[in-house]
């Protein structure tokens, strides 16, 4: 199995850019989550998706971050515009809802900066 | 709401001692309880979980940790830290409900 995918890996763009974050979750798994890390933060959940539906994005900072998932094998994760206080590292994150152990897997992450 | 502390954030620990991470959880329903590990520059790996029967869970890299349900607590333990530890490890609870609640994790440095 390869994973979970993530892309770009890197991202760097200026200010009022719009960002557009993709992920490719394990084949078969039917939840997916996506969140940030932040040396003062930590690491946060932004949303969460269980067959392809948004169940919670009341960790989604503001309007200007968007998530979708138009099928069981792609998400995408949106800034528009893009502030430099949006630098992370953002993760996204697999598992199978409905599973026994509710075990999530992580990709390799995207590191945005926003200069 | 479930939820998890974990406290210093920096752990240091020389080389071939024990290596002890603390995790206090708080959950309203039995819980499952994780230990992640997140190496420079890369997402979070698995390293252990409990959800039911054996308290004493062994995971990869000679790491263990024992779910004791009086204390509410999942510390994680490895004997001997080797240099390869050096990493965070972030303890989570989940409610079942499949949503995972990260502590803020213990940045671990091992000195030679």
């Known amino acids: 199995d390869a994973g979970v995918i993530q892309s770009p890996r890197h991202e760097v763009t200026e200010m009022g850019q719009e960002v557009t974050l993709r992920c490719k979750p394990i084949s078969g798994h039917n939840s997916l989550f996506w969140y940030r890390q932040t040396m003062m933060r930590g690491l946060e959940l932004l949303i969460y998706f269980n067959n392809n539906v948004p169940i919670d994005d009341s960790g989604m900072p503001e309007d200007r971050f968007s998530a979708k998932m138009p099928n069981a094998s792609f998400s995408t994760l949106k800034i528009q515009p893009s502030e430099p206080r949006d630098s992370a590292v953002y993760f996204c994150?697999?598992?199978?809802?409905?599973?026994?152990?509710?075990?999530?897997?992580f990709g390799p992450g995207t590191r945005l900066t926003v200069l | 709401a479930q939820s998890v502390t974990q406290l210093g954030s920096h752990v240091s620990v020389s080389e071939g001692a024990l290596v002890l991470l603390r995790c206090n959880y708080s959950?309203?329903?039995?819980?499952?309880l994780f230990w992640y590990v997140q190496y420079p520059n890369q997402g979070l790996q698995l390293l252990l979980k409990y959800t039911t029967g054996a308290t004493l869970v062994k995971g990869i890299n000679g790491f263990e940790a024992e779910f004791k349900k009086s204390e509410t607590s999942f510390h994680l333990t490895k004997p001997s830290a080797h240099m390869s530890d050096a990493a965070e490890y972030f303890c989570a609870v989940s409610d079942r409900g499949n949503r995972l609640a990260f502590g803020k994790g213990n940045q671990v440095v091992v000195i030679p």
């Open positions: 959950s309203s329903v039995p819980p499952y």
């Open positions: 994150a697999s598992t199978h809802w409905g599973g026994d152990t509710d075990t999530q897997y």
